[in-house]
Nanobody
Framework: QVQLVESGGGLVQAGGSLRLSCAASGSIFGINAMGWYRQAPGKQREVVAVITSVGDTNYADSVKGRFTISRDNAKNTVLLQMSSLKPGDTGVYYC?????????WGQGTQVTVSS
């Protein structure tokens, strides 16, 4: 089993910044892609950013130029640096990792951006 622990969410004013962190532990041999997803109230969960095991990244169009995803393979962590935050970025942010043929989700961390 794989456990994911997220941290770094909170309340911030529009234009501010937050950094999310997700640490993986357990049976984590061979982590492949790591990513962040978010779910706003009344909406479906959507991908925010993904990073492969070799560092290739993909971002949702809505966050390009504002968010940066990175990973530390030695520490089995994935980070999401969020800048120029907008009220539309509000939601629960979930960490996701692919280990072998399985995918695992974190418990989610709330990000609220006030106008």
């Amino acid at each position: 089993q794989v456990q994911l622990v997220e941290s770094g969410g909170g309340l911030v004013q529009a234009g501010g910044s937050l950094r999310l962190s997700c640490a993986a532990s357990g049976s984590i041999f061979g982590i492949n892609a790591m990513g962040w997803y978010r779910q706003a109230p009344g909406k479906q969960r959507e991908v925010v950013a993904v990073i492969t095991s070799v560092g290739d990244t993909n971002y949702a169009d809505s966050v390009k130029g504002r968010f940066t995803i990175s990973r530390d393979n030695a520490k089995n962590t994935v980070l999401l640096q969020m800048s120029s935050l907008k009220p539309g970025d509000t939601g629960v942010y979930y960490c996701h990792v692919d280990v072998g043929w399985s995918g695992y989700w974190g418990q989610g961390t709330q990000v609220t951006v006030s106008s």
